[in-house]
């Protein structure tokens, strides 16, 4: 599994794709485990847990595996299957368009609202935004499926726009729409949440008017006569509680647990053999389908022939979820209340997930070999607080190869770090270009000692801008939307400063929110000007020295001695991996 919020591509899944495609049982059993819940998510976010959606899910897959062979690229594995996906969901709208609906046919199975609400336990505002999605069209909903899933880093701007049928220019645009929609839907759930009695507020006295023939259901009539009572009314749209944007909310909420008893058979779709045959499955897919296999896999087991069956029981509690802290993410406006967290403390450990993940679990053994950690949110010292003194360390110079003149400004681009002495990594987030979950850079092929040893530049990422009205910080705000750290991840400093001793290279891993990254080599004298430059100057803070002169200090965030083929599946730990 991945650390809550990652971005994860299907590149990972190359070996396991390949020997799904050559005839492995196995690893087809442990493809469609692995993707299972985002299918499920997906399908089960754009039709709201409507009693379609095991069908459309059980469809989804068999097709995939019915035409795995014909995927000739295993790295666009999660493009395809996501298409795959919203194909099956716009399907199934124009049979039930054209199909007279039978007898119970409208009614739900599973709320999916409700369901995200229990199984995640989400609460405060979080809750809200997962129970606006009833008040969606069936459109939005498809679309917000997978707005929410890039918000949460598990797909791509262009994934997204793929699965859509549209350019990435005209997604924007609907998703913008979408998210005033959604923000509308939230109005609707915050005013009804006032208005129920024990709901903590006094109930709008003219609510109860407007709702007092109203069936319970949302729907589109409903949603236009409550938005508009909203708008001309000074309770419903009175400001009690400062509103986080949903962008902020949904990270690391991605995947909802697959529920207790949710069955996938894929040995014939519920078909004979004949059937089977006679709608175009492969007789490699069939004769892999009926060999008995038993494969157990996060919670769920494949069964032969097949059958996935979610095996916790009831009486299991779900496994809690590591929710984003007030220090690793953009903070919310000064002055205004944000999202409480469902922790009171931190998590130090970024892996925690609540479902299972489209992404293999790391084979590497993590080994201690120096420094301590650096990946325990730290609190932003008081920007008077003068930084402790900064230990010198030898210097003969270091060298930066491969990076553009212009710095590292998308994914894949690098640079190569050899010498003794230090260097700046200076950020620049970018949420006016595309918000969502920050996937951070990783260094790779450490050769020797790197150490992380201050932090300066002024500001942290999410100080509140100079000069701004609304809160807006440098990792964004509610006019342009937030860029958000994963989970218990280290807010960066505008400059933050290393000291190497032999070879490391660091990898922009841009998605999906936007940002650069501008290596330069520093020294001991530039540093320490950097950190002590406080507000009597004019900037925000002061800066943090975190070097302790020894072995023992801190070592980057993302760090491994090896060369993945991916680099950004490198574990968030700064603990040296080898």
Not at 230 to 253: D, H, K, M, W
Request: include cysteine; proline fraction near 7%.
């Amino acid at each position: 599994m991945t650390p809550e919020g990652t971005y994860v591509d299907g590149r990972q899944w190359r070996s396991i794709i390949a020997a799904a495609q050559a005839g492995d049982r196995r690893a087809l059993d442990e493809l469609v485990a692995g993707w299972l819940p985002l299918v499920y998510n997906i399908v089960g976010r754009a039709l709201n847990g409507h009693a379609d959606v095991d069908d459309v899910v059980q469809e989804t897959m068999l097709r995939a595996v019915d035409n795995l062979g014909s995927l000739r690229d295993p790295d666009s594995f999660r493009s395809w299957l996501v298409a795959i996906t919203m194909r099956q969901i716009r399907e199934r709208s124009r049979r039930r368009t054209a199909e007279p609906l039978a007898d119970g046919a409208g009614e739900q199975a599973t709320d999916f609202a409700e369901l995200t609400v229990l199984r995640l336990q989400l609460e405060g505002q979080r809750r809200e935004v997962a129970e606006a999605v009833r008040w969606l069209d069936d459109e939005d909903r498809q679309l917000l499926s997978l707005w929410w899933l890039e918000v949460a880093g598990e797909l791509t701007r262009r994934e997204l726009a793929a699965a859509a049928g549209i350019s990435r220019q005209h997604a924007a645009v609907r998703v913008q729409r979408m998210k005033q929609r959604l923000e509308t839907a939230r109005d609707i759930v915050r005013a009804l949440d006032g208005h129920h009695p024990g709901a903590g507020n006094s109930p709008c006295p003219d609510l109860g008017l407007v709702t007092a023939r109203w069936d319970g259901r949302p729907d589109s009539v409903w949603r236009k006569r409550l938005a508009r009572h909203i708008r001309g009314c000074a309770y419903c749209s009175g400001a009690r509680e400062a509103v986080v944007p949903a962008e902020r909310l949904l990270v690391g909420i991605a995947l909802v647990p697959l529920p207790v008893g949710f069955t996938l058979s894929l040995a014939l779709g519920g078909k004979t053999a004949v059937a089977a045959t006679s709608v175009g499955w492969s007789a490699k897919v069939l004769g892999l389908l009926t060999k008995p296999a038993v494969a157990v896999t996060a919670g769920a087991t494949i069964a032969a022939g097949g059958l996935y069956v979610v095996t916790r029981t009831p009486d299991d509690p779900p496994r809690a979820l590591a929710a984003p802290t007030a220090a690793s993410t953009a903070r919310p406006p000064s002055g205004r209340t944000g999202e409480p967290s469902a922790s009171p403390t931190p998590s130090a450990s970024p892996s925690a997930s609540a479902s299972p993940s489209p992404s293999p679990s790391p084979s590497k053994t993590r080994v201690q070999l120096y420094g301590t950690v650096v990946d325990a949110v730290d609190s932003a010292p008081v920007a008077s607080a003068l930084p402790a003194a900064l230990p010198r360390r030898a210097e003969k110079g270091v060298t930066a190869t491969g990076a553009p003149a212009t710095g590292l400004t998308h994914r894949g681009e690098t640079v190569t770090l050899s010498g003794q002495g230090y260097f700046r990594v200076r950020w620049q987030v970018l949420p006016q270009q595309r918000t969502g979950a920050l996937l951070m850079p990783t260094w790779t092929g450490l050769s020797g000692k790197l150490f992380h040893v201050a932090s300066g530049g002024g500001h942290r990422m999410d100080d509140v801008q100079s000069g701004s009205t609304d809160g807006t910080t440098w990792m964004g705000g509610p006019s342009v939307g937030y860029a958000v750290l994963p989970s218990g991840i280290q807010q960066m400093w505008q400059n933050e400063y290393f000291w190497i001793d032999g070879t490391v290279t660091l990898h922009q891993n841009e998605g999906p929110a936007d940002y650069n990254l501008f290596v330069q080599t520093s020294t001991w004298d530039k540093v320490t000007e950097d950190v002590r430059t406080g507000p009597a100057q004019g900037v925000i803070r002061y800066g943090l020295v975190r070097d302790n002169g020894e072995d023992t200090a801190p070592v980057p965030q993302y760090l491994t001695r090896s060369t993945p083929a991916d680099p950004a599946t490198v574990g968030p730990h700064s603990r040296v991996t080898s």
